[in-house]
């Protein structure tokens, strides 16, 4: 009888430990800075930056829409969940300005 106790322990410890580290991940996306939420438009007028609670959306001539969470001062998109992300490095953010180093190292400077 003891053995199936101990059978039953691990695996209840396992679903404990992993339900733990999933939780603690899931503040992430509520801990946007809200300096960055609202529309952006790039100093050369091509490309649009529209940061909600809910949704990253960029639009260069076809707006798309992506699910984000932010870590430290990493952007990371993901279209529908999808993996792996799209990091976006935020360089410098205030009231008024964002700059971000795209994915392909290009720096982009948004303005309200």
């Known amino acids: 009888m ?24 899931s503040g ?3 801990q946007v ?3 960055l939420l609202g529309k952006w438009k790039s100093k050369d007028g091509e490309t649009k930056l529209e940061i ?3 949704g990253f959306t960029t639009d260069d001539g076809q707006p798309i829409t992506e699910d984000y ?5 990493t952007i990371f998109t993901s279209y529908q969940g999808s993996r792996p992300f799209t990091k976006f490095l935020i360089k410098n953010l205030d009231d008024h300005k ?5 994915p392909d190292s290009d720096l982009v400077e948004f303005a309200r």
């Open 2 to 25: 003891k053995k199936y106790r101990l059978l039953l322990v691990f695996p209840v410890c396992a679903l404990l430990a992993f339900s733990f580290a999933c939780n603690s991940n």
């Open 28 to 30: 992430e996306t509520g």
């Open 33 to 35: 800075n809200k300096k």
């Open 52 to 54: 909600t609670d809910k």
């Open 69 to 73: 969470f932010v870590k430290n001062d």
């Open 98 to 102: 964002l700059t971000l180093f795209y």
